[in-house]
């Protein structure tokens, strides 16, 4: 590969970069911001941080959040594993096509529907919307993700390696824990993390599903930004922004580290 | 004393009539929708044997071995072990371990916690399982590689590891599935005998799935040869390469010529048979093939002769030319186009260094062979 960076190739980047980042860069710089007003700059300050801790409504929030996005993308994750086993393992069952085309529809489905449904259901049998029911409705929304990808590590599984834990003398369930289990755990944890971040930045439809007592950041940050954007808001986004980045990097070079360990013991295996 | 091939077996239970089977299918039939893969099997495996299942793809030896393991059942039929039916005992009950194709070792689990895994199923102690395993590891000499996971292994270790695992139980029966199929061909001819020899020390009965017939040759104390889902013959190595019971066993097992014909004449165990060219030729060892019988004679090349005169007092001799020829160093391979077309391969084992008869290309050569030489095949 020979890039030769011509003034077109440098500008389409720029631009592109500009447009996808240049909000989150201003972002993050106003939440340094010493001025009250969010537009003005009026010299550097981490006083917003600060304030940030200290704002009552804001943490609690972020602490509902937090409990949601947890607790919903551990259940989804158990729901998700077993959908995704059950579609590719026991592939002549009836009604197959019909149960796994169901089981993908929320991946399309426009989040307004589901959220309405899930009002309308919790409505009709008389639960009162609080903490279960927003975490209730992000289960049945991250599930299908996660048996997305679990269904995609699940295909390419070689399947003797549960014979051979058979052969040798494990029950069906002590070779689930033993051998499956393990083997296809990196494709549950990044369906956990999948889970986890849908469920941390959905508005719409825990608007439908929460009710008084359990808000959650996205639902306090839409509200108090339509009062006026404030820089504490700012600071609660940047500091977001900071958690997923690390997050991301974070996975990315332990990926990456494998990956490379991995290639070194081959090669060495090779040479005897 | 005269015996086919040039082995002679003092271990031969199958032609001992109060010797019991130690595996016996019993008119095995599987079918997978509306594919047949094993079709009214039935089959003798006794106890120690080197047992080889010979096929291509789709003879239904995979199928075989599969039942014996249970990951699948026979849609009819029975399957015995020792006496017991084994219809309905789950693979993880049946005493029988199986090495797989593709090795099937745990990735996530080190040389010394694969071997291990059987003995942990069973609840052996944890002392117990450390001196198995070792002992195991010693066995196929990985000792140095116990903390290592299967990807850090090349492919021959990675098969010691499959073996170790698979024999760590001490089963009964150790079934293997193309045991050799991934290894190249230097590692594939010494790991032969290695898996003889294991299984002479360990006194195990071995099952394997082949479609390498040299491989199954070389290891196995009796054949069978499949062909899709029917059994074609069970025999010793010698007896299939020497006495096939059928046109599709001699030409499945090494090389061989067939004389097709009619028989003309029988005389006691000598028949003359008449080729379609009219050309005759004097076989002997007829069997039940009777006066206008079509059969055919098949000769294995190492046992015809070539050379560029008649030889003198030669029974059966057809004039030819020299089609194609290969010096392979230990012997040479001639191509002999006969005068009806037909080409007949011949090989000569070069037991000195100079020839006193040098053919080359477009030679006139005659072929010729004894009446015993090959073998009549009605089917």
Redesign the interface.
């Known amino acids: 590969m020979n890039p030769t960076w011509s003034r077109f190739n440098i500008t389409s980047v720029v631009l592109g970069f500009a447009f996808l980042y240049l909000p989150i860069v201003l972002l993050i710089i106003f939440s340094f911001n010493e001025s009250k007003l969010v537009t003005v700059w009026g010299g550097f300050s981490t006083k917003w941080y600060g304030s940030l801790f200290r704002n009552q409504g804001l943490m609690d929030a972020a602490w509902v959040t937090l409990r949601v996005g947890v607790i919903s993308a551990s259940v989804a994750t158990v729901f998700g594993t077993l959908a995704a086993l059950a579609l590719t393992r026991y592939t002549r069952f009836r009604g197959r096509v019909l149960f796994s085309g169901m089981v993908f529809a929320p991946l399309v489905m426009p989040e307004v529907i589901t959220g309405l449904s899930l009002l309308l259901l919790f409505v009709a049998v008389g639960l009162d919307r609080g903490f279960l029911t927003v975490t209730l409705a992000h289960i049945t929304f991250t599930m299908c993700f996660v048996a997305v990808v679990v269904q995609a590590r699940l295909m390419s599984f070689?399947r003797?390696?549960e014979?051979?834990?058979?052969?040798?003398?494990?029950?069906p369930v002590?070779t689930f824990f033993?051998?499956t289990l393990?083997?296809i755990a990196p494709a549950i944890v990044s369906g956990w993390m999948l889970a986890f971040t849908l469920s941390l930045d959905d508005l719409v439809i825990a608007s439908f599903a929460s009710g008084p007592g359990a808000t959650t950041l996205p639902m306090k940050i839409y509200s108090q930004v339509r009062l006026g954007v404030t820089p504490e808001i700012n600071a609660a986004c940047t500091l977001m922004i900071a958690v997923v980045a690390v997050g991301v990097i974070a996975a990315s070079i332990v990926n990456k580290r494998r990956e490379f360990q991995?290639q070194r013991?081959?090669q060495?295996?090779?040479r005897? | 004393m005269k015996s086919l091939g040039s082995i002679r077996r003092s271990f031969a239970p199958w032609n001992d009539p109060s010797a019991k089977p130690y595996i016996s299918f019993e008119n095995v039939t599987k079918v997978f929708g509306d594919f047949t893969a094993v079709d009214n099997l039935s089959l003798a495996i006794y106890e120690k044997e080197f047992f080889a299942l010979l096929g291509g793809s789709g003879s239904g030896k995979s199928t075989l071995l599969r039942m014996l393991?249970?990951?699948d059942n026979p849609t009819s039929g029975r399957i015995m072990l020792d006496g017991q039916d084994l219809r309905g005992i789950?693979?993880?009950?049946?005493p029988l371990?199986?090495m797989?194709?593709?090795y099937?070792l745990?990735?996530?689990m080190t040389v010394e916690a694969n071997v291990g895994?059987?003995l942990k199923?069973?609840g052996m102690p944890k002392a117990d399982i450390d001196a198995r395993v070792a002992e195991m590891l010693k066995l196929v000499k990985l000792e140095q590689f116990a903390k290592r996971?299967p990807?850090?292994?090349?492919g021959g270790?990675r098969q010691r590891v499959a073996l170790a695992?698979s024999v760590a139980?001490r089963p009964k029966v150790l079934l293997l599935d193309e045991p050799l199929g991934a290894l190249d061909k230097k590692l594939r001819e010494e790991t032969q005998f290695e898996l003889m020899d294991l299984q002479q020390s360990l006194g195990l009965t071995f099952v394997v799935v082949t479609h390498d017939q040299e491989e199954a040759m070389t290891m196995a104390d009796r054949i069978a040869i499949l062909d899709k889902g029917q059994l074609m013959q069970v025999a010793t190595p010698a007896e299939i390469y020497e006495a096939p019971a059928s046109r599709f066993v001699a030409n499945f097992v090494g090389n061989v010529n067939m004389f097709e014909g009619t028989v003309a004449s029988r005389d006691a165990g000598i028949a003359r048979v008449t080729g379609a060219s009219g050309a005759e030729i004097v076989v002997d060892n007829a069997g039940d093939a009777a006066a206008g019988n079509a059969i055919a004679f098949a000769v294995r090349p190492e046992k015809i002769k070539v050379s560029s005169k008649r030889p003198e007092g030669a029974v059966n001799a057809m004039e030819g030319e020299v089609y194609d020829l290969a010096y392979l160093g230990d012997m040479t391979v001639y191509r002999v186009r006969l005068a009806d077309g037909q080409v007949i391969q011949a090989s000569a084992l070069n037991s000195s260094r100079a020839s006193d008869d040098p053919l080359t290309w477009h030679d006139r050569a005659w072929i010729s062979f004894q009446p015993d030489a090959g073998i009549v095949l009605t089917r």
């Open positions: 070689d003797s390696l014979e051979a834990a058979m052969d040798l003398g494990a029950p002590k033993q051998v393990p083997v991995r013991d081959e060495a295996a090779q005897g | 393991a249970g990951f789950p693979p993880y009950r049946r371990n199986m797989f194709q593709s099937a745990f990735p996530h895994f059987g199923q069973e996971k990807h850090q292994l090349s270790q695992r139980k």
